[in-house]
């Protein structure tokens, strides 16, 4: 079943064109990397897929329903309940412990205290990193904070995780020891995953790569038989 | 890769025929081209003829003739040497990849050289997949995911060789032609 679809989407930074008419379908339970070199327009495709931005042209479709339509507060009750977000770092609240900003989403969504504590050391277990519920991001380090953020997107057991360069911070090592957990746990869920990344390595955990280029996709699939580069075909 | 050594270094640990030699050289680098039994049978001639292997003993229980082998002091020194040597970081840019890149752009133009890296990109894609779910497995031991390491940070620079030289054809041909 096709959970998410870009049609045509178009959008601007002022005169700055990012996307130039993206066409992306993903389907239930699929992981997609989005590729492609720096300023192609991945990560505003995430954001207007995720509902964070809104396109200036063409359509966004969860479940086959326009999105990109809804008001900003229902889209943000979208992505509260039935999205994830994992970015690159800085996504946890200083001043709380892991278990807390792990419950937090639960929290927001009107879980009760206790029910959302459970649920957050559970996820903690899961990521590895139980023995830190009681710690603050300040006194952890970069791969500890990103287990707690990732435990923190999965949560409320999202349909589709948005993660854009989500190891970007991370050594090689941390960085695979994340992603294989959060591949792992996202394939027992069912749960689809747009991961936007500009590393070969880190998009062959995908099932499909869809390159980008110049705000355009350059090309979709597993097959990557089309000539590209330069703007030249 | 020097079977020479391998084979001094999996003796190390104590006597092994060559079976045995064979098993725990595909065991313990697991990608690696699998040895032929012939191979290892003529190679530890070699290594007795200059006399760094000895034969120790033969075991016969109603299979095969099976000798044994030890390092000589000898075969430890040759071992301690090779392992001392440093590797020298890629001496010379003798890759078949870059090759036919270069010599693409000779004999053919743009777009064939640009659907040849394009193919061997993908090539690499469906390789590089493959390992990474290799060594992902819950199964994999940790010497299959040193191995498959060691491809997949190779496959990820040629990757990365791949698509900058994508974008560099269309001048290169230009440079090569001019």
Not at chain 1, 70 to 94: C, H, K, N, P
Not at chain 1, 214 to 219: A, E, L, N, R, T
Not at chain 2, 24 to 44: I, K
Not at chain 2, 103 to 111: G, H, Q
């Amino acid at each position: 079943m096709t959970y998410l679809q870009a049609r045509g989407v178009v959008r601007s930074y002022g005169p700055t064109p990012a996307l130039r008419g993206v066409n992306l379908d993903v389907a239930e339970g699929e992981i997609v990397a989005v590729t492609g070199p720096s300023g192609c327009g991945k990560s505003t495709l995430l954001h207007c897929l995720a509902g964070i931005l809104r396109p200036d042209a063409g359509e966004v479709l969860w479940r086959g329903e326009r999105i990109d339509t809804w008001s900003e507060a229902a889209r943000s009750r979208l992505r509260r309940s039935t999205f994830g977000v994992l970015f690159q770092f800085g996504q946890l609240v200083a001043e709380l412990t892991a278990a807390e900003n792990v419950a937090l989403p639960l929290l927001l969504a009107g879980t009760g205290r206790r029910e959302a504590r459970t649920a957050a050391l559970g996820w903690l277990d899961r990521l590895g990193v139980a023995d830190l519920a009681d710690t603050r991001p300040g006194e952890m380090s970069g791969g500890q904070q990103q287990r707690c953020a990732t435990a923190r997107a999965l949560v409320t057991e999202p349909r589709v995780l948005f993660a854009d360069e989500p190891t970007g911070a991370l050594d090689t090592l941390t960085g695979e020891q994340v992603l294989t957990r959060l591949v792992r746990l996202v394939r027992e869920q069912g749960t689809s995953i747009v991961l936007v990344t500009h590393e070969p390595r880190i998009a062959a955990y995908a099932d499909r790569e869809v390159v980008l280029r110049d705000g355009v996709v350059d090309h979709d699939g597993l097959g990557l038989d089309v000539p590209l580069a330069g703007g030249h075909r | 890769m020097s079977t020479p050594h391998v084979l001094l270094g999996l003796l190390a640990a104590g006597a092994r025929h060559g079976y045995e030699l064979k098993r725990a050289h595909d065991e313990r680098l697991p990608r690696a081209r699998p040895l032929a039994f012939g191979q290892v049978y003529a190679t530890l001639g070699r290594l007795q003829r200059d006399g760094l292997v000895v034969a120790a003993g033969q075991e016969r229980e109603g299979g095969p003739d099976r000798t044994a082998y030890v390092l000589t002091d000898a075969g430890r020194a040759a071992l301690d040497r090779w392992l001392a040597e440093v590797e020298a970081p890629m001496p010379y840019v003798s890759s078949t990849l870059f090759a036919k890149v270069a010599v693409a752009l000779l004999v053919d133009d743009v777009a064939g050289a640009r659907s040849y890296l394009a193919a061997q990109r993908q090539a690499h894609t469906v390789r590089l997949r493959e390992l990474t779910a290799a060594k992902t497995a819950p199964s994999a031991s940790l010497d299959d995911v040193v191995a498959a390491d060691y491809a997949i940070a190779h496959l990820d620079a040629d990757l990365r060789w791949l698509h900058t030289t994508l974008d560099r054809v269309a001048d290169w041909h230009r440079e090569v032609h001019s």
